[in-house]
């Protein structure tokens, strides 16, 4: 007896069945070849003539006739010798491998989806990873979900959230119910001296119970006890990364005294550098001190410089904490109206208070990277659809094998899943290249670049949108492909019937949702864009190019009082001056963007006082005579300050014209006289001696408020820390030099800081600079995305039109007629994109209010403007497939049929 | 229409009702219905493997008839053939069809059949 198997199996394996399906046929054809075989030989046939007659008849299995049968497996087919269950991984493992089979055919097809799949896929890694860095990583504490920061409720005076005072610190800390643990901090600056290089170091005073509320332990030795937390007591504790540069990581640090701001300090222990508090500015805590209030400090309500951390007992909810909160103000309030009056406190989760500013600005890039990844699989089920067509003869041709219609579309989608996989893939090498890039970018204040990393959770992140991405753009074509009328696609002899009605709906609709989507990118992108020009053409009221700044900590200790600083500061500017390439130099207090503190209420001399609720706040600064002019402030009025301005002689201050118009609206100020605190406290009056323009102090968004300067020589309590020198060369070439000449009047002098000035606006612009950036990036991918996209359906309406198009030239159709049909088939759909883009990014932009400046979200300009560009690219990519199809030639076009 | 077309195409309209009539009292297997066809039809008529399966495919598809493997003692396994309920009706149907149009064919052309 003949084996058939082979040779039945052989016709077969073109038709791609199921292999229970392709058993079963071949089981069932070669028992009726056996059997035709064996009934030739008992005639007496000779085998091998028996066999060949058999195959004759085989001969046409492959033909017209299967082809036409068309039918269904059974819902439970009995396979001899197999189970059902190991038929699911043989149909698996086949659909993989037929996969990698088409996809090997078609490169062209492959890489253009992998690429666009890549892009979006890869986009939507980076912006996670950075999302899971800034919002979803639990903060490095135990149970931070316990974890509050307690404010001031000062909204009727512009500070929703103020720092608490001392006073009013203790005794929520005595009268709250709710909370486990209450802690304080306030920022403060050491510096390290006394073992080579001498460095600024940022820090805190902390309560005492802050280490064990927080659950931070110590590395080395131990955290504060508190009997630490009184006047007079020098115990400090390090961070990891300060114990390991500058000891050595050595454990006997612990018992060691230190030096910092010229005091002899115990080192009691070492936490991990992870231990990270808010803060205003971008302070690094690297050094912690106990807190330790003064009785002055303790019993001031006035003076509001604190942070507050509570952790909340279990089952306390942000609500009842609220409640408690605000009933012990509302006491305090009674009992202390002078301070108190209005102020309310305000409880609010300490994970938002650290992500709260980015959090906006992150969902609206994550939102725009989805889209991208939308936009392309858009792209790619486009592709597909075409491909379907191309491909319905083998579709036709398999179910008329038998291959069940369900079994076609897993098939199908596994073809897309696939084909998203391998542009996961891909799309993770450009995320891990974009995301070294982004890190550059990120603003530190946001988080720790290091932070960002392509974790675990971010490939599971990556492998579930590649697998939901690859059924959504598959789901279409998969369908449309196996649901056509068999009949139908064979009658016509195997030509596309994908360009029927449903295929070119979808497809239509495809590009639709394509111009709509990036659009909307395109209008986020054109209004942060729009937002950051405003900002970056805002006048700061200085002039911040070759402007040179540091940071001169100087020592209570060494430098205690006036004659002493002032001393260093004219000798280092002597010196300084001397130096070539510096034009002049002057000695500063907190620079502009770099502080957010120092403000108090005045008095102005012939003026009532206002209520004590109502009382303005005006920042003030210490400065050096030459600032005005070093800085390029212009003085409206008046003069700077000058070497004779001393203790000695007449107080003087320089108020900013805002100053200037709230106190004495119609009047020259020049020569007014007003003080800190109240008309009654024992400050000594100030005569106003110049009007200098506003500045914009604390916030580059934000109007500039009311300020004032005082000069260093003339304020017991305060000294300027900075240096800053206008150059007449590129300021940083200048950083060597000053830091040298400032050594040379002190060696042990930390300089920290060293940045232009313009570094420092930059950064205060940092974080719209950031998300401007990278909203602009996915703007233009959507872009080109959308304008493969729009391009692709074209080409492929005007390939199928080839004929029409003939015959309309055949028959005199003027070539400029066909192009202008062309193109309008083409705008159709990109106007009516547009509509529906126009309508939704209406309603979306409206989440972006928080992150734009001096623009609506639903700027017209903006809106005409980018409708424009993609109108034009869309024009642009209709157009080009259009003049091919002028360039049809009507004989060539009626003949391909 | 050559003969040879027009053969081809009174097979394929007859071929349907032929396999439900073989079936209709018992269930068979492929190869068996093919040799009945041929020997019924005194070798008139013949179906190969190429015509003959996608045919029963189609009908199965089309719920008209029912393929199971069965194992018979000391045989091989093979896939018989039933009718279905369904399959019943159509065939009482295309039967009612046949005869009618084989009296009109026979009207017209003198053509008397037993």
């Not at chain 1, 069932?28 to 009934?39: K, R, T, V, W």
């Not at chain 1, 030989?41 to 004759?56: I, P």
């Not at chain 1, 650290?354 to 991208?372: N, R």
């Amino acid at each position: 007896m003949r084996d058939f198997k082979k040779e039945i199996r052989a016709r077969l394996a073109d038709a791609k069945l199921s292999p229970t399906r392709e058993n079963e046929i071949v089981e069932e054809l070669s028992q009726h070849l056996e059997d035709q075989f064996d009934e030739a030989v008992s005639r007496g046939a000779s085998e091998d003539e028996a066999h060949r007659v058999a195959l004759v008849d085989l001969a046409e299995l492959l033909g017209r006739e299967l082809q036409r049968s068309d039918r269904r497996l059974p819902s439970n087919p009995v396979l001899p010798g197999a189970r059902r269950q190991s038929n699911f991984i043989a149909d698996a493992l086949q659909d993989i491998r037929y996969a990698l089979r088409m996809f090997a055919k078609s490169p062209a097809f492959t890489a253009i989806a992998v690429v666009a799949l890549a892009l979006g896929i890869g986009a939507n890694t980076a912006i996670f990873s950075v999302v899971d860095a800034v919002l979803l990583r639990p903060l490095p504490f135990k149970n931070p979900n316990q974890l509050v920061i307690v404010w001031e409720n000062a909204t009727h005076l512009g500070f929703p959230k103020n720092t608490p005072s001392p006073a009013n610190f203790l005794d929520w800390r005595q009268q709250s119910t709710v909370f486990e643990g209450m802690a304080a901090f306030a920022e403060r600056s050491f510096n390290l001296t006394g073992m080579g290089e001498p460095e600024r170091l940022d820090g805190r005073r902390v309560s005492a119970n802050l280490f064990d509320l927080l659950g931070v332990r110590p590395i080395v030795g131990r955290t504060f006890v508190p009997e630490e937390d009184k006047p007079g007591t020098k115990v400090a504790i390090l961070n990891e990364a300060l114990w390991q540069r500058r000891f050595g990581g050595n454990p006997a640090v612990v018992g060691q005294a230190i030096t910092l701001n010229g005091e002899s300090y115990t080192v009691v222990g070492v936490v991990r550098s992870t231990m990270k508090l808010p803060s205003f500015a971008n302070w690094r805590d690297q050094v912690w001190v106990p807190l330790a209030f003064s009785p002055e400090e303790a019993n001031s309500r006035g003076d509001h410089f604190l942070e507050v951390i509570a952790r909340m007992k279990p089952g306390i909810t942000l609500v009842s904490a609220q409640a408690e909160m605000e009933t012990i103000m509302a006491r305090l309030a009674q009992q202390y109206p002078v301070y108190n009056t209005r102020i309310g406190a305000l409880v609010r989760p300490l994970h938002e208070e650290i992500v709260g500013d980015i959090k906006p600005a992150l969902l609206v890039l994550l939102g725009a990277v989805v889209f991208v990844l939308l936009i392309a699989c858009a792209n790619v089920a486009n592709l597909l659809l075409a491909r379907a067509a191309v491909r319905q003869k083998e579709i036709a041709l398999r179910l008329a094998l038998g291959a069940d219609r369900s079994r076609l579309t897993r098939q199908l989608l596994a073809e897309s899943v696939i084909l998203s996989l391998l542009g996961a893939a891909v799309g993770l090498v450009f995320a891990f290249t974009g995301l070294n890039v982004l890190t550059h970018f990120v603003p530190p204040e946001v988080m720790q670049p290091d932070a960002i990393a392509i974790n675990s959770k971010v490939l599971v992140f990556t492998l579930a949108v590649a697998i939901v991405t690859g059924l959504l753009f598959g789901i279409a074509p998969a369908t449309q492909a196996s649901h056509f009328n068999l009949n139908d696609t064979l009658k016509e002899g195997g030509r596309d019937s994908g360009a029927g009605a449903r295929g070119k709906r979808l497809r239509s609709s495809l590009v639709i949702a394509e111009v709509a989507v990036s659009f909307i990118l395109l209008i986020g992108a054109g209004l942060l864009i729009n937002s950051f020009m405003h900002l970056r053409n805002l006048d700061p009221g200085f002039r911040a190019d070759h402007l040179l700044t540091l940071n001169v900590d100087l020592s209570e200790v060494k430098y205690p009082d006036v004659p002493r600083r002032t001393a260093f500061f004219d000798e280092v500017i002597r010196r300084v001056r001397e130096l070539p390439g510096v034009q002049s130099v002057a000695a500063a207090g907190n620079l502009p963007f770099t502080y957010n503190g120092d403000s108090m209420g005045i008095a102005a001399e012939g003026i009532p006082d206002p209520p004590s609720d109502q009382w303005p706040d005006v920042i003030y600064r210490t400065i050096g005579p030459g600032y005005f002019n070093t800085m390029g402030i212009p003085l409206l009025r008046g003069r700077d300050f000058t070497d004779q301005d001393t203790l000695d002689n007449t107080l003087g201050v320089v108020i900013s014209e805002k100053t200037a118009k709230h106190y004495w609206p119609n009047e020259d100020p020049i020569g007014k006289r007003l003080k800190p605190g109240a008309t009654t406290s024992k400050s000594p009056w100030r005569t106003v001696i110049g009007v200098a323009k506003d500045v914009r102090q604390n916030d580059f968004i934000a109007e500039p408020k009311m300020q004032m300067y005082f000069s260093f020589r003339q304020v017991q309590s305060m000294t300027a820390n900075a240096l800053i020198v206008r150059t007449t060369v590129d300021p940083l070439t200048l950083a060597s030099p000053v830091r040298n000449a400032i050594w040379s009047v002190d060696k042990d002098q930390p300089v920290s800081n060293v940045n232009s000035m313009e570094h420092i606006v930059a950064r205060a612009v940092a974080r719209q600079r950031f998300s401007m950036l990278l909203l602009a990036i996915f703007a233009a991918l959507a872009l080109v995305l959308a304008a493969v996209g729009i391009y692709g359906v074209m080409s492929y309406s005007v390939a199928q039109q080839t004929r029409e198009i003939g015959i309309r030239i055949a028959l005199g159709a003027k070539r400029s007629d066909v192009l202008a049909m062309t193109v309008k088939n083409g705008l159709k759909l990109v106007g009516v994109g547009l509509v529906v883009g126009v309508i939704v990014a209406f309603a979306l932009t409206r989440v972006m209010s928080s992150l734009l400046f001096g623009i609506s979200a639903t700027d017209p300009l903006t809106f005409i403007s980018i409708a424009m560009v993609l109108f034009g690219v869309a024009l642009l990519a209709s157009y080009i497939p259009a003049l091919r199809a002028t360039k049809i030639d009507p004989m060539l076009a009626l003949r391909a049929q | 229409m050559s003969s040879s077309q027009l053969d081809r195409e009174l097979k394929k309209g007859s071929a349907e009702l032929l396999i439900l009539s073989l079936i209709e009292d018992r269930q068979r297997h492929g190869y068996e219905i093919g040799q009945l066809i041929h020997l019924r039809s005194r070798g008139a008529l013949r179906f190969n493997v190429a015509s003959l399966y996608p045919l029963l495919y189609r009908l199965e598809k089309r719920g008209w008839i029912r393929g199971r493997w069965i194992e018979k003692a000391g045989q091989r396994r093979r896939r018989f053939y039933r009718l279905t309920p369904a399959g019943r009706k159509v065939l009482v149907a295309q039967r009612d069809g046949w005869r009618d149009f084989v009296e009109a064919i026979g009207r017209i052309t003198g053509v008397k059949y037993a």
